[in-house]
């Protein structure tokens, strides 16, 4: 208990001297905005994710045999964008991960000016969104995942990739003691699995409940302070923006 503790502090309140520095608070912020996003595309685009590729791959197979409720068009369009995103961050990561704060600050500042015009275009249609709605809303909104999917593969702070909870979920059981493990790091997994749980409650209820277009505001807020925190955080080039090789 005193470990779970312990990584479960680390994760959200990280001392002066860790070698991660604010990252993974950050990170678990960002995998809130995965279930913000998340929520928002799949039940309001058209059974399609915007940050889970896994779940789209599945979609389109189900789409290709006639399945009810699912579009060939919306899963290759979401595949499409998440890839281009990764690219665009790709090269954001060529040109500043040698110094995690500036990656953290440029990355999460471009994926905020795609998610502003997602909420934009969010709050100017109307329910149901068309197609001149729909497809560029899941554009902009895979483009930004695909970016952050990128950026935080760069930042490979163990379990807290923000997207994908498959491993994270079996390496709590992998390394439980009915595993034969140790039990490490499940504070952390936890952590991680909370916050995407979190997004997509918050998002679904707001969704649902108050306006279609609050899960992108909230969205946008949360990547706005990750990157305000990149860059204030990095300004005087502390030892953790140095990126491991």
């Known amino acids: 208990m005193h470990t779970f503790i ?3 502090r680390e994760t959200l309140a990280p001392g002066r ?3 991660f520095g604010p990252l993974p608070p950050l990170l678990v912020a960002m995998t809130v905005v995965t279930g913000l996003v998340d929520s928002f595309s799949y039940l309001l685009l058209g059974h399609v994710f915007v940050a889970n590729m896994t ?3 599945v979609f389109l197979a189900f789409a290709i045999v006639g399945a009810h409720g699912f579009s060939i068009a919306a899963s290759v369009v979401a595949l499409v964008a998440f890839g281009l995103g990764s690219v665009l961050g790709g090269r954001i990561v060529q040109r500043f991960g040698h110094h995690r ?5 440029v990355a999460s500042a471009t994926q905020a000016l795609l998610v502003a015009v997602a909420m934009v275009l969010a709050l100017v ?5 068309d197609s001149g709605f729909r497809y560029p ?3 902009l909104l895979a483009l930004s995942m695909g970016l952050q999917n990128s950026s935080v593969r760069r930042l490979a702070v163990p ?4 997207t994908v909870l498959t491993l994270t979920v079996t390496g709590i059981g992998a390394d439980s003691a009915l595993g034969g493990g140790k039990g490490s790091k499940s504070g952390r997994r936890l952590i991680s699995i909370a916050a995407m749980f979190l997004g997509a409650l918050v998002g679904a209820a707001l969704i649902l409940h108050v306006h279609v277009a609050v899960p992108l505001v909230l969205a946008l807020a949360i990547v706005v302070v990750v990157a305000a925190v990149g860059h204030l955080a990095g300004r005087s080039n502390p030892e953790w923006t140095r990126a491991e090789e």
Do not use: C, K, M, Y
Not at 125 to 129: C, E, T, Y
């Open 6 to 8: 312990n990584e479960v």
């Open 17 to 19: 001297n860790d070698r």
């Open 55 to 57: 779940g789209n791959v």
């Open 101 to 105: 704060g500036h990656h953290v600050a």
């Open 125 to 129: 249609g109307s329910q149901p969104f």
């Open 137 to 139: 809303l899941i554009v």
């Open 159 to 162: 379990d807290l990739t923000t």
